[in-house]
């Protein structure tokens, strides 16, 4: 008999792990799961969203490289999540910083509610909703350093990062006995696991691959506008998912996070344009776009915890500084972010996380905390302690994990390739077949 390579034998071990029983259907709430189940769908569209996203903003030679990244994570996260992922990030405790493996291979994960996260809905409802927030994470990265990694070291890459960085952050923040979780920071759906945890770690790569070739010779502009905006259009769509779903339950906290949501998202993209104009003099769509991403973003640790008029506020504010931190900062500091993953969320979820601890009123969720303006200012020092704490973890994991890559395998593409392009040396195709 051949020898089976090493990870099918992996996987085989796998298949000695008992399933689960049927679930007591009188436990689970039918209205609650199916919100969950189409929220998580809604999820998983925004990252295909985030492929046309980000793949309109490349020059076209890099078309087809850019969405593959997007739409592998969706293959290599999904199988990643039921292995060992979902385990690290919600099995039970150990030390307050990762989850046990009592989940590994989803053992024990059924259609059961576990009372712990979510005591309405089935838990591998809650284990798949969880798996679409790991995969968006991981595709947001890619905008960092876009149009010049290789794509084995690409794949090497996400695996470990959302092994090892993504994962315990979860369980940090949401996890039960969770440190952060603990020390009583709120984020309702992932600014400081998802947005902080994605631009700071896109900083470090774009940081240590330097700058694209010939960028200062020939700056690149995006291809193909439209694409960028339909990508837009699906992540708004996608993010009442985000952050509606992030509610669990059918009712009156994901209708608030609903309408938080769109309110944020077009605050900050009018915020976003008005300073473009005032500044450049012409309003674009590309500002138009980036704005309504960056008040997604803001609103994302906060949309179960605040109101209205604070989300226009918290997208306003987004708008600025996120047009600030991309056309200043960034022109300062000389990186090479090329889709501004740091500038939109880095700094977005960060601002995100803070705007939390001053506009969160326990009016709104009664499980949540009072912020600043409601009457309690140790929310804000809660929120920057974790926003510090993401930051640092997600930087320090980043620079290890991408020496580790680039010590097996080469990480940054050679300069012939970058001048042809990644489409054709890493895939063998291209997007189009005419010029224009």
Sequence with gaps: MKKLPVFLLFLLLFTLIPGVALADESA???????????????????????????????RRKN???????????????????????????FGPDQSHLVGGLSFLGLNGVGADPNPD??????HQAFMVFQLMFAIITAALISGSFAERMRFPAFLLFTVLWTTLVYDPLAHWVWGVDGWL????????????????????????????????????????TPHDLPMSVLGAGLLWFGWFGFNGGSALT???????AFVVTNTAAASAALGWVIIEWMTHGKPTILGAISGCVAGLVAITPGSGFVGPVSAIIIGL???????????ILKAKLGYDDALDV????GVGGTWGALATGLF??????????????FGNPGQLLIQAEAALASIAFAAVGTFILVKIVNAITKIRASVEEEVVGLDLPMHGERAYDHIF
């Design 360 to 373: 969160a009123s326990k009016a709104i969720n009664s499980a949540g905390a009072d912020g600043l303006f």
């Design 342 to 345: 740091f500038g939109v969320h």
């Design 28 to 58: 689970v709430n039918s209205g609650d799961t199916a919100w969950v189940l189409a929220s998580a769908a809604l999820v998983l569209l925004m990252t295909p969203g985030l492929a046309f996203f980000y793949g309109g903003m490349v």
């Design 63 to 89: 078309v087809l490289s850019t969405i593959m990244h997007s739409f592998i994570i969706i293959c290599i996260v999904s199988v990643q999540w039921v292995l060992i992922g979902y385990t690290i990030a």
């Design 117 to 122: 996260y979510a005591a309405t809905i089935p």
């Design 250 to 256: 059918a009712g009156g906290l994901a209708t608030s």
């Design 181 to 220: 979780r603990n020390l009583g920071a709120l984020d309702f759906a992932g600014g400081t696991v998802v947005h902080i945890s994605s631009g700071v770690s896109g900083l470090i790569i774009a940081l240590l691959l330097g700058k694209r070739s010939g960028l200062d010779a020939d700056p690149p």
């Design 317 to 327: 504010v987004a708008g600025v500084v996120c047009y600030l931190a991309v056309s």
